[in-house]
């Protein structure tokens, strides 16, 4: 298996960025709580994915994130080799409680009882097969093949 580095780096990148921000920080407010001196810029290219970092920074990350590192690498290794099992649809708990679309309220407050449920540093993520897409779709009054397509946009390009 090719391990393709600069795609790796992205979503990583992409995940600490994302559980900066479901905390409502900002990186000086991330940088604040880390254990050594990175500069802002560091952080940032970490973010974007321009610049690699050492297990020990992201460990460093990690932690003052609040989250295992290990749940942080296990998700970027999902997204980057598609370990969803086969036949489910990968999705993003607090994606879709941000999503203000006024068709998937049932979804969104379906999500925020399960987030609520969460075990702290769990990922919002769940795994839902094809009967439980077509419950949803019910649900929120879509075809099945419409709410994937609209689950699959909020993966991709964050809640509307």
Same mark, same amino acid.
């Not at 992409?14 to 050594?36: A, C, I, V």
């Given at each position: 298996?090719?391990?393709?580095?600069?795609?790796?780096?992205?979503?990583?990148?992409?995940?600490?960025?994302?559980?900066?921000?479901?905390?409502?920080?900002?990186?000086?407010?991330?940088?604040?709580?880390?254990?050594?001196?990175?500069?802002?810029?560091?952080?940032?290219?970490?973010?974007?994915?321009? #610049?690699?970092?050492?297990? $020990?920074?992201?460990?460093?990350?990690? %932690?003052? !994130?609040?989250? +295992? =590192?290990?749940?942080?690498? &296990?998700?970027?290794?999902?997204?980057?080799?598609?370990?969803?099992?086969?036949?489910?649809?990968?999705?993003?708990?607090?994606?879709?409680?941000?999503?203000?679309?006024?068709?998937?309220?049932?979804?969104?407050?379906?999500?925020?009882? #399960?987030?609520?449920?969460? $075990?702290?540093?769990?990922?919002?993520? %769940?795994? !839902?097969?094809? +009967? =439980?897409?077509?419950?949803? &779709?019910?649900?929120?009054?879509?075809?099945?093949?419409?709410?994937?397509?609209?689950?699959?946009?909020?993966?991709?390009?964050?809640?509307?």
């Amino acid at each position: 298996m090719q391990i393709d580095t600069a795609a790796y780096q992205r979503v990583l990148g992409d995940e600490l960025r994302s559980l900066r921000k479901q905390r409502g920080w900002t990186r000086k407010e991330l940088n604040r709580r880390l254990q050594s001196d990175i500069s802002l810029q560091t952080l940032a290219t970490y973010e974007l994915g321009t #610049r690699q970092c050492s297990v $020990v920074r992201l460990v460093e990350i990690c %932690v003052a !994130l609040g989250v +295992p =590192a290990h749940q942080v690498l &296990a998700r970027v290794h999902e997204r980057v080799f598609g370990d969803t099992p086969a036949g489910h649809l990968s999705v993003d708990l607090a994606t879709v409680v941000a999503d203000t679309r006024p068709q998937l309220m049932p979804l969104r407050r379906w999500a925020q009882g #399960r987030l609520a449920h969460l $075990v702290p540093g769990q990922p919002p993520e %769940v795994h !839902l097969d094809l +009967p =439980a897409l077509e419950y949803m &779709a019910q649900l929120c009054q879509l075809s099945t093949v419409d709410l994937i397509r609209t689950l699959r946009e909020l993966d991709h390009h964050g809640p509307r």
